[in-house]
């Protein structure tokens, strides 16, 4: 069945570093990719999603582009925050008229001052 | 804010007793979700609903059960709690943007089943 495999955290940055999550997936179909965030203690919230090949997701500095030939959606910001530090779960539905959610495992990021 | 509320927040309990947990929209959206979250595994779909008095199993549902009477409550219960089952669970809507689902998450609730 369909999948989604992310890089094994913590991830620990200083503040203005780079950052990457790696998200691969697997799927048969042609899914909708997203990348949802939950700071301590909340719920999760959507970040950004890419629904088709070569769309590039973008919100509050972070980007992601949909990569079917490598089937991947890596996450990426050029300059984090202390105030970023959260876990980064990237998900897939099957296709873009379905309702599912495939999560991976999560990816917790620390920023340190 | 998706106007999304899970009662109760926390909740301690004794194996063996039954546990209902309670999600309630404000949206009249028709699809609403159970995940539970536990580290190393993101959150895994419990039950789903389609409607009033339409559900469906997701990956993790033994030991479930839910009911959707009205389409602004979905509830969650633990017919008889065990350890296993101590989680955060998450409620979530899924409205339609006119180019794909997207799903909006309650705040959580955590359950501890001693």
């Known amino acids: 069945g369909d999948s989604v495999t992310q890089m094994e955290g913590p991830v620990t940055l200083s503040e203005e570093a780079f950052l990457t999550i790696n998200c691969t997936y697997t799927?048969?179909?042609?899914?909708?990719l997203f990348w949802y965030v939950q700071y301590p203690g909340e719920g999760l919230q959507l970040l950004l999603k890419a629904t088709k090949a070569d769309d590039k997701g973008s919100n509050k500095g972070f980007e992601a582009t949909y990569r079917k030939e490598t089937t991947s959606f890596h996450l990426e910001k050029g300059s984090v925050q202390v105030s970023d530090s959260a876990v980064y779960f990237c998900?897939?539905?099957?296709?873009?008229?379905?309702?599912?959610?495939?999560f991976g495992a999560g990816t917790r990021l620390a920023v340190h001052p | 804010d998706a106007g999304i509320t899970q009662s109760p927040r926390h909740k301690v309990t004794e194996t063996g007793t039954p546990v209902t947990l309670r999600c309630h929209q404000t949206e009249n959206h028709r699809y609403m979700y159970w995940y539970r979250q536990d580290p190393g595994h993101g959150l895994r779909l419990i039950h789903y609903?389609?409607?009033?008095?339409?559900?469906d199993k997701g990956e993790v549902s033994d030991g479930y059960s839910v009911s959707r009477s009205k389409t602004e409550d979905f509830l969650l219960t633990l017919e008889s709690a065990t350890s296993s089952q101590t989680s955060v669970y998450f409620c979530?809507?899924?409205?339609?943007?006119?180019?794909?689902?997207?799903?909006?998450f309650g705040p959580g609730t955590r359950l501890t089943v001693t």
């Open positions: 979530a809507i899924s409205p339609w943007t006119g180019e794909s689902y997207e799903q909006y």
């Open positions: 998900a897939l539905s099957e296709r873009p008229g379905y309702n599912k959610l495939i």
């Open positions: 799927a048969t179909g042609y899914p909708s």
């Open positions: 609903s389609y409607g009033v008095k339409d559900t």
